[in-house]
């Protein structure tokens, strides 16, 4: 796991807790946007930020 996929979930994890934390402390629903917003980034970082598969290696190749 790179620092970028890392502090993306960082922030993932705090834009949630905020959320909920704000939300039960004054009982008002924005605060669900910020629990929407998390969720949104955790899934970003889920898609975008995954490390790349290594090259195949192809079968005709010959070995070194």
């Known amino acids: ?5 890392k502090a993306a979930w960082a922030l993932t994890a705090f834009v ?4 909920v934390v704000g ?3 004054t009982d008002r629903a924005a605060f ?3 629990v929407f917003l998390g969720v ?3 899934v ?3 898609f975008a930020l995954r490390t790349a598969p290594g090259a195949p ?3 005709e ?3 070194p």
């Open 61 to 63: 190749d010959p070995a």
């Open 1 to 5: 796991m790179n620092g970028a996929l």
């Open 23 to 25: 939300w039960i402390v």
């Open 40 to 42: 949104l980034t955790g």
């Open 16 to 19: 949630i807790v905020a959320g």
């Open 32 to 34: 669900a946007v910020f």
């Open 44 to 46: 970003g970082a889920a």
């Open 57 to 59: 290696v192809r079968k």
